[in-house]
Each structure stands twice: as structure tokens, then as C-alpha cells.
T-cell receptor, first 114, second 111 residues
Framework: DQQVKQNSPSLSVQEGRISILNCDYTNSMFDYFLWYKKYPAEGPTFLIS?????DKNEDGRFTVFLNKSAKHLSLHIVPSQPGDSAVYFCAASASGNAGNMLTFGGGTRLMVKP | DTGVSQDPRHKITKRGQNVTFRCDPI?????LYWYRQTLGQGPEFLTYFQNEAQLEKSRLLSDRFSAERPKGSFSTLEIQRTEQGDSAMYLC?????????FGPGTRLTVT
């Protein structure tokens, strides 16, 4: 039972264009969502998050959109840069869960071409 | 803030051997988590500590796995009688609120 899904295993984008990474979830108890970026041989690095009381959060080139009725969130990166090439994980937590443990999607590999 | 550190970074062991990994969290963080990541998958939750108390364990954590955080600071994860299916990246994370900070992981290969 995969509660968080990232249906696109990979995405290729030209430098300077927009990258859109998608994530779907099934558990309606999730109320906090995060995006992590992972380079090879490193642990995931926090990128941006959003609470379920919001539908948008922006931080520089990164914006996360949340559609609660569709149980869908997306990460927009604009403009995309070659250094953004990495694996991106969507994660979710429920405030009722002990310690706010994270449930991750399977990841999307983003490749930004110069 | 020196970040979360894990030791060793890589471990190769033969099936049936015991292994132990160490995690040093960010010093002021009272919450510590262990996750496991296999190839092509996202990290999966294993267990969680609030200070020295282990408060949650996933069903993924079989009886061969044990984790401790004796003084509420560093934590160890031991796997007894390793199996090939234990080969994975073991990630440690710490937090004081909603955001979890991850270490670089320990990659375990069981031959």
C-alpha cells in the first residue's frame, strides 16, 4: 500500500525552463508535506514544505502547490539550473503519528540540460 | 550546526554476521529517526526516538534489528544474522520540530 506516489521516475528539462514534479497521496490524515532533494552518496536535503492549511508556499525559485481535494502536490522550479539535477522525493506526515514520521514517494530523477 | 553524521559510510559483510551503525544527530535535536532506502525506492521509516525513549517501530523492523539511544544523544542500529535482503542504505535523521535533517547514510552490502 503506497500512500505517497511519484508517478514519473524521471524528467528532463532544458536549462532556464520550468520543472514541474508531481506527487499524489492517498492518506487523508497527512497534513504536512515536504520535498527533499538527493544527490548520489548523500542523504536527502530539505528543500521546501507546506502545511495542509495552505495551498501554496514559495521560496526563491521553488514553489510547492497543494490541492487537498485532489490529494495532489507539485513542485515548480523556475528557472531550472543544471545544479538542480538530482532525485527529488515528496514526503508526507500526519500530526497524529508519533514523532511525525515521514512517508516518502519513490522519487523523480530530474535532469536539467545546459 | 555540524549536521547529522553517520558511521561507517559503507559496510560490506558476509551473510550471518552482525553489524552496528552509529548516528550522531544535531546536538539540540531531541527526535531521532532511522529509515532504510533500497535501490529505486524512497526511504522507509524504521523507528523513532524521543530523547532516549524508542516510541515507534515499523513492522519492517524484524526481531533481528535493534536500535538504542542510551543517553538521548547518539543512536546505534544493530542488525543480527544479516541476510542479503538487508542490503540497503540506512539513513538517520534528527529534528526538533516538523523538518527532519538527514545524515549521509550507511550503505550496507551483504554478500
Amino acid at each position: 500500500d503506497q500512500q505517497v506516489k511519484q508517478n514519473s521516475p524521471s524528467l528532463s528539462v532544458q536549462e532556464g525552463r520550468i520543472s514541474i514534479l508531481n506527487c499524489d497521496y492517498t492518506n487523508s490524515m497527512f497534513d504536512y508535506f515536504l520535498w527533499y532533494k538527493k544527490y548520489p552518496a548523500e542523504g536527502p536535503t530539505f528543500l521546501i514544505s507546506i502545511s495542509s492549511i495552505k495551498d501554496k508556499n514559495e521560496d526563491g525559485r521553488f514553489t510547492v502547490f497543494l490541492n487537498k481535494s485532489a490529494k495532489h502536490l507539485s513542485l515548480h522550479i523556475v528557472p531550472s539550473q543544471p545544479g538542480d539535477s538530482a532525485v527529488y522525493f515528496c514526503a508526507a506526515s500526519a500530526s497524529g503519528n508519533a514523532g511525525n514520521m515521514l512517508t516518502f514517494g519513490g522519487g523523480t530523477r530530474l535532469m536539467v540540460k545546459p | 550546526d555540524t549536521g547529522v553524521s553517520q558511521d561507517p559510510r559503507h559496510k560490506i559483510t558476509k551473510r550471518g554476521q552482525n553489524v552496528t551503525f552509529r548516528c550522531d544527530p544535531i546536538s539540540e535535536h531531541n527526535r531521532l529517526y532511522w529509515y532504510r532506502q533500497t535501490l529505486g525506492q524512497g526511504p522507509e521509516f524504521l523507528t523513532y526516538f524521543q530523547n532516549e525513549a524508542q516510541l515507534e517501530k515499523s513492522r519492517l523492523l524484524s526481531d533481528r534489528f535493534s536500535a538504542e539511544r542510551p543517553k538521548g544523544s547518539f543512536s546505534t542500529l544493530e542488525i543480527q544474522r544479516t541476510e542479503q535482503g538487508d542490503s540497503a542504505m540506512y539513513l538517520c535523521a534528527s529534528s526538533s520540530a516538523d523538518r527532519q535533517y538527514f545524515g549521509p547514510g550507511t550503505r550496507l552490502t551483504v554478500t
